[in-house]
């Protein structure tokens, strides 16, 4: 096997060294490397820029004042009588019939229950405090108009069957007042502001970045945005900054950008992040210097090596034994052992294929033991042809 010379100092010359390095030269570049500054907008960037007085807020507050108000909120108990989709005129007129009895019984018994043992339930008492789009959409316009508690409906005609409802507790639309919501009030003006003013400025700074492609001083300048720097990062290296998005390596990297040396394009992070950036410094493909790089051919090269060793060592082996030395003394010496197959079918797995072929190939001689060399997947086999029994 070739792992027969893995413990040992397996020396590769330096002219091998030198030849791999010549023919494998692109491999040893180092990728080429950009650092890009670049302009980032995003609301958060802008909520500084707002301070609302309490007019504005108090105006805002009124304008959206649904924002600040609790809706309306029934706790309800339901009578269901069902009627089949395919149901007759009689058989509807009948439902309903039953369905309007219950609902006066409901208006004598407190207990829904006694009411409602020859009938079903829609499980809306199990629902608690219920907002009308909480409601089943079928429902929803009786609720809307029951505003006490302990109040019965009539029967209400659904897909279904017919519904009565009761309205066990409800609690009618607060609103908070302007004092105990200020500061949510003004979080949420500054961030609509600030969305709007980051559209404008998104335009604005591709205008700027446009007009002007070999800077982005003046878009700095103008929207009071700070330049920032990159890491150094290659097309395919991502670092931990911008980097790491695969559209700013992209662009940063494109003739554009790199070669003409212009301000990219806005380039959309995410849904609240743009940028806008240009190479601020550029570090082109270079070869490593074969000194930097020996050990690492040698590596690549001790494998071969090896194989030759392989190679030379079982030719060595073969040529001994054709001149009739002992074949345990020759392999004991190399420290290999002798491993005996007996008699073996072409097709047999029990030794390698390779081996087999070379024994199938050999010349037959009845007198003398036959010797050949087989290529195996880990290095290479010594067989040795005893006897052949014909088919």
């Known amino acids: 096997p070739m792992s027969h010379f893995a413990n040992q100092a397996i020396h590769i010359p330096a002219e091998k060294v030198a030849a791999y390095y010549e023919q494998h030269k692109k491999d040893f570049m180092t990728p080429e490397q950009v650092m890009v500054e670049y302009l980032q907008l995003s609301p958060s960037n802008l909520t500084s820029s707002f301070n609302p007085s309490d007019a504005v807020l108090n105006t805002f507050y009124n304008e959206n004042i649904n924002a600040y108000t609790q809706p309306t909120t029934w706790k309800l108990e339901d009578i269901f009588v069902p009627v089949a989709e395919n149901a007759s005129n009689e058989e509807v007129k009948k439902a309903e019939e039953k369905a309007k009895s219950m609902a006066a019984a409901w208006q004598k018994e407190t207990d829904t229950k006694k009411v409602n043992i020859s009938g079903e339930s829609k499980n809306l008492a199990n629902q608690g405090m219920l907002t009308l789009n909480q409601v089943p959409a079928e429902l929803q316009k009786t609720v809307a108009d029951m505003n006490a508690t302990n109040q019965i409906s009539a029967p209400i005609r659904t897909s279904d069957g017919f519904v009565i409802l009761k309205v066990v507790a409800y609690a009618a639309p607060t609103t908070q007042a302007f004092s105990a919501v200020k500061d949510k009030v003004k979080e949420t003006y500054i ?35 700070p330049i920032q720097t990159s890491e150094l990062f290659t097309r395919s290296k991502a670092g931990t900054d911008i980097s790491q998005y695969k559209k700013v390596r992209d662009m940063a990297f494109s003739n554009d950008v790199l070669s003409l040396k212009n301000n990219s394009d806005v380039i959309q992070l995410n849904p609240e992040t743009v940028i806008v950036l240009r190479v601020k410094s550029h570090i082109p493909s270079s070869l490593l210097p074969l000194a930097n790089v020996s050990p690492q051919i040698e590596e690549k090269l001790k494998p071969a090596e090896m194989e030759a060793l392989a190679v030379k060592l079982a030719d060595s082996v073969l040529a001994k034994l054709k001149t009739g030395e002992d074949a345990a003394t020759v392999a ?50 010594i067989v040795a042809l005893k006897a052949v029994k014909s088919g």
Do not use: C
């Not at 052992?337 to 072929?357: C, N, P």
């Open 191 to 225: 961030r609509q502001h600030a969305e709007d003013k980051f559209s404008e400025m998104r335009d604005r700074l591709a205008d700027l970045t446009y007009e002007h492609p070999e800077s982005l001083q003046l878009a700095a300048k103008t929207l009071n945005l």
């Open 332 to 381: 004991a010496a190399q420290g290999l052992t002798w491993q005996q197959a007996g008699f073996t079918g072409r097709y047999s797995t029990k030794v390698d294929s390779s081996i087999l072929e070379t024994a199938f190939k050999m010349p037959q001689d009845a007198k003398a033991v036959g010797y050949g060399k087989a290529r195996l997947p880990t290095g290479f086999a």
